[in-house]
């Protein structure tokens, strides 16, 4: 019996090949048990996300397993078998568990530390279940999985700063301000993009948004859309020597801000600092404007730019994940060779658990004089009696599975106390 | 006793002074951890040594320069400790403790600057709140430099490990601010009866003493900064220019107590 993983990702396969082969929901369920049906597979899992197509399974051959699958999920899609073949990972026992748990903790995705991926294999692990393709192993794997995710989620900075321009944009202004509760925002011109930092800005406590733009409809639209206020394009010096951030994206093709403007604005805010987020193309904000004392100025350029230090951040906190995914790998793997055994222990304990209490029955219903203390005294006795005669072959079975070898334990505790087939 | 004492709370400042920095740069959790503890059990031997020395002096272990030092250090790593606490703010550490471990540097207590001729609550009392004053403004410092060099990565808009560690500008700015406020009027009080003190005591309020006269001067630099800022909207950078210069002339201050002959020092 051996556990492995095989797939293929965004790291080796091109999009249009994972594209064919990503399955939907409903034809997973159909093709879990067309897999659980052969008698090649034991236990699995697929995992399918636009960015990888992954079974997780148990098999006694694995070779053959991961043919017949694949065979079976290229037939399902359509696709030539040999493209698919020719791209195929397969990972084994240890190196299964850490890729498993790297897949969890979004240490294998294209975008470190995103937090989508532990959604989708939970989704995976819960439709296997009901499948019923899940077995010990498998549950064993993945429910470790997830609190390796969790673990690495809390104990490491991996997902702690932004990949996109406009969450960037709301940590720098966070870095400025502090809370941002109660911070007023200005929006200068209407883009998708300028909403999106909005909204992100609106979420962080930012109250209240002000819209202007040079056509007014447009400004009332988005001002709406924001539960906030417009104001007329003339009156923005007025409205900027209110607010604390400020988001353009005009499509004007000269800036909208000049120096000027900002100084005669700063000079009346006492030293309250001013943030421009300039997202617009040609820039919406003039380039000497974040000379100025208290004003920060970013644009879309600056915002990349500190993307790309968050990206190498979530690199570096990476490296301390990859070392707490080691560990777990190996407390994992101690663990594994215990759930080999752990259903022929607790089918020995039922087995036994099912004689004594069957005994102890027919024992009190001969002694209907008996007191609560006697009833009590038998049931304690008989009870200790299954447990000091169960210590010594539990204790063998662990330690046969952690030497390696407890096949032969297996069947021989099988055969001696009754348990029927394996 | 207090002697090997002291030693060992100095290597303790040393331990922690380099796991703070560490932890700056590296960012581990781990580290800071072993910071914080350092810095405690220094801090712990610190106030054993110091209450040992009180006890064989029979007097509060304030009357030498170096003493003062010494206590003022001990504040300075209470501070810390407390402020870090109080604002989650895990990297104050690294810019505090180098100060507090030079000032526990200069504690070996072999000169005596002040004669058995001077003594008194008032004296206990002068050195008492000016050590309280300068230990805030050792806060006081340290968030100036964070300030600046959080701004300067904000400014420059090349994000560094500092920007990831240092907390925001307007929680550094308020920092600095309140270290300003509370120190300040300690300062004040603290000067004020050493004036009243020197009138009695020297006969004059200016006699030529370099520690006396570079401390009006630094107080000066303080009380103008405070001014402008509770007036003049005074702030951010310029604020903590104002404290770096004002701490600059507190450390020529506490030197020549230290190394200037003069009524304090010799």
Not at chain 1, 50 to 71: S, W
Not at chain 1, 140 to 161: G, N, S
Not at chain 1, 251 to 257: D, L, M, Q, W
């Amino acid at each position: 019996m051996a556990l492995f993983v095989s797939g293929l990702s965004h790291r080796n396969a091109p999009v249009e090949l994972r594209e064919q082969l990503a399955v939907e929901e409903d034809k997973l369920r159909e093709l879990l048990r067309d897999i659980s049906s052969t008698n090649a597979v034991r236990e699995a899992i697929i995992l399918s996300t636009c960015n990888r197509v992954e079974v997780y399974a148990v098999a006694d051959v694995p070779g053959e397993a991961r043919t017949v699958m694949f065979r079976r999920l290229c037939r399902h899609r359509g696709v030539e078998p040999a493209a698919v073949e020719a791209v195929l990972y397969t990972f084994a026992e240890g190196d299964a568990v850490r890729h498993a748990f790297r897949v969890a903790s979004s240490l294998d995705s294209m975008v470190i530390g995103e937090p989508q991926i532990l959604g989708q294999v939970k989704d995976a692990f819960a439709l296997a279940q009901s499948c019923e393709a899940v077995g010990p192993a498998l549950h064993a794997l993945f429910t470790h999985a997830f609190a390796v995710a969790k673990k690495v989620r809390t104990e490491t900075e991996i997902a702690r700063h932004a990949v996109s321009v406009s969450f960037a944009a709301v940590e720098l202004a966070k870095k400025i301000f502090g809370g941002l509760e109660g911070k007023a925002v200005l929006l200068v011109g209407a883009g998708k993009m300028s909403e999106l930092a909005a909204r992100h800005l609106v979420e962080q406590g930012v109250f209240p948004v002000y819209v202007t733009n040079r056509t007014w409809g447009r400004a009332q639209e988005m001002a709406r859309a924001l539960s906030g206020t417009a104001v007329p394009f003339d009156e923005m010096s007025t409205a900027l020597a209110a607010v604390d951030i400020v988001i353009t994206s005009t499509g004007a093709p000269e800036p909208v801000i000049r120096r000027e403007l900002v100084q005669r604005v700063m000079h009346g805010r006492r030293g309250r600092p001013l943030f421009f987020i300039d997202i617009a193309v040609p820039r919406d904000v003039e380039g000497t404007v974040d000379s100025l004392d208290d004003v920060y100025c970013y644009d879309i350029d600056d915002l990349k730019q500190v993307v790309d230090a968050n990206i190498r951040e979530r690199v570096r906190e990476a490296h301390r994940a990859e070392i707490l995914v080691e560990r777990e790998v190996a407390k994992f793997l101690a663990k594994l060779g215990d759930v080999e055994v752990i259903p022929t222990i607790v089918s020995l304990r039922e087995r036994l658990e099912a004689i004594r209490s069957g005994e102890v029955k027919r024992t009190l219903a001969r002694l209907p004089g008996a007191t609560l203390e006697t009833r009590e005294a038998i049931e304690a006795m008989s009870t200790a009696i299954v447990n000091k005669i169960l210590h010594a072959p539990i204790t063998k079975l662990r330690e046969s599975s952690r030497a390696g070898s407890p096949r032969s334990w297996l069947e021989l505790v099988h055969e001696l106390f009754g348990l029927g087939r394996r | 006793m207090h002697q090997t004492l002291l030693t060992v709370a100095i290597i303790g400042y040393v331990a922690a002074t380099g796991l703070a920095l560490a932890y700056l740069v590296q960012r581990e959790e781990m580290l800071h951890r072993l910071a914080v503890l350092a810095t405690l059990a220094a801090w712990v031997l610190h106030t054993i040594a110091l209450l040992a020395l009180a006890i064989d002096l029979g007097r509060p272990p304030l009357a030498s320069m170096p003493e003062a030092v010494s206590v003022a250090a001990w504040v300075v790593v209470l501070l810390e400790m407390w402020i870090e606490r109080r604002y989650g703010l895990s990297v104050l550490g690294a810019f505090v403790l180098p100060v507090a471990l030079v000032l526990s540097l200069q504690s070996t207590p072999t000169r005596t600057l002040i004669g058995p001729t001077l003594s008194g609550a008032w004296l206990w009392v002068h050195i008492g709140l000016a050590l309280v004053g300068i230990a805030a403004l050792v806060l006081n410092f340290a968030g100036a430099v964070m300030y600046l060099l959080q701004e300067h990565q904000l400014r420059a808009k090349r994000l560094g490990t500092l920007y990831y560690t240092l907390p925001a500008l307007a929680t550094l700015d308020r920092l600095t601010y309140r270290t300003l406020a509370f120190g300040f009027p300690f300062l004040t009080t603290g000067l004020i009866l050493g004036v009243l003190w020197a009138g009695t005591a020297w006969g004059s309020v200016f006699t030529f003493d370099p520690l006396a006269l570079s401390s009006y001067v630094a107080w000066t630099v303080y009380a103008a900064t405070l001014a402008g800022r509770a007036a003049g909207g005074w702030h951010g950078r310029r604020a903590a220019y104002f404290a770096i210069l004002g701490f600059a002339v507190l450390a020529l201050t506490l030197s020549a107590g230290l190394f200037l002959p003069g009524k304090h020092g010799g």
